[in-house]
């Protein structure tokens, strides 16, 4: 069990680039989550994949925001043309389904987003 | 929709002794889980304690125990011999497994001091 590790740790960039993070869940985990957390804030749900089907998107995810799981395994978090107000860290999370609902997420390091 | 509520925004305890981190929640629903984790600075969010509604018997781990008064809506959590190590944010956490996508929702988070 070598964690979810997510890259890079820390990003800036200026206001309307796109960034693109990334996060290698648990191998074993088919479940993988998107969270954003603000300064001062519990983390917020973005979205959900199981295996490479993304089931669940949070209408905090505007369209700028898109994720992807081709292969089941890895994902990705792309924001487009970046605004102030996506400045946040943000959380991968994964788990298993395999012993039941009630399998907790393990988390990751986070992505610290800076926009200038 | 399911809320948290963490009240206290900091608590701060002396090494050894015992404090209680309170949190509410609100629900409609019967079935659910509710966790404790753990945010040391600048490091990644640690499972502590979970706790299945269905049930009675609060969880224990060690020096981490709850008190889940379902009726209330209550989950606190009691930290019992502090150590300097157990200085975090912690956050409450409820997921109800009928969502389909087991997505956590957070309180806003304590953040604990523990003072040598």
């Known amino acids: 069990d070598t964690g979810v590790s997510q890259d890079p740790r820390h990003k800036i960039t200026k206001r309307g680039q796109n960034v693109t993070f990334r996060c290698d869940p648990i191998?074993?985990?088919?479940?993988l989550y998107w969270y954003r957390q603000t300064l001062g804030q519990g983390p917020e749900f973005l979205t959900y994949?199981?295996?490479?089907?993304?089931?669940?998107k949070s209408r905090l995810l505007s369209d700028r925001f898109s994720a992807e799981r081709p292969k089941g395994s890895f994902s990705t978090l792309e924001i487009q043309r970046t605004e102030q107000g996506d400045s946040a860290m943000y959380l991968c999370?994964?788990?298993?389904?395999?012993?039941?609902?009630?399998?907790?997420?393990?988390f990751g390091d986070g992505t610290r987003l800076s926009i200038l | 929709a399911q809320t948290v509520t963490q009240s206290q925004p900091e608590m701060s305890v002396q090494e050894a002794e015992t404090v209680t981190l309170s949190c509410t929640y609100d629900?409609?629903?019967?079935?659910?889980?509710l966790f404790w984790y753990k945010q040391p600075p600048s490091r990644q969010m640690i499972l502590v304690i979970r706790?299945?509604?269905?049930?009675?018997q609060n969880a224990t781990e060690n020096r981490f125990s709850v008190n889940f008064q379902k009726a209330a809506k209550s989950f606190s959590l009691k930290i019992s011999d502090s150590q300097l190590g157990d200085t975090a944010m912690y956050f409450c956490?409820?997921?109800?497994?009928?969502?389909?996508?087991?997505?956590?929702?957070f309180g806003t988070g304590t953040r604990l001091k523990v003072l040598a």
């Open positions: 999370a994964s788990s298993n389904s395999g012993q039941g609902s009630n399998q907790p997420q393990h």
């Open positions: 191998s074993e985990h088919n479940r």
């Open positions: 629900t409609s629903e019967s079935n659910y889980y």
């Open positions: 994949f199981q295996n490479e089907a993304q089931l669940e």
């Open positions: 706790q299945e509604a269905y049930k009675q």
């Open positions: 956490a409820f997921m109800k497994p009928t969502s389909g996508t087991y997505k956590y929702i």
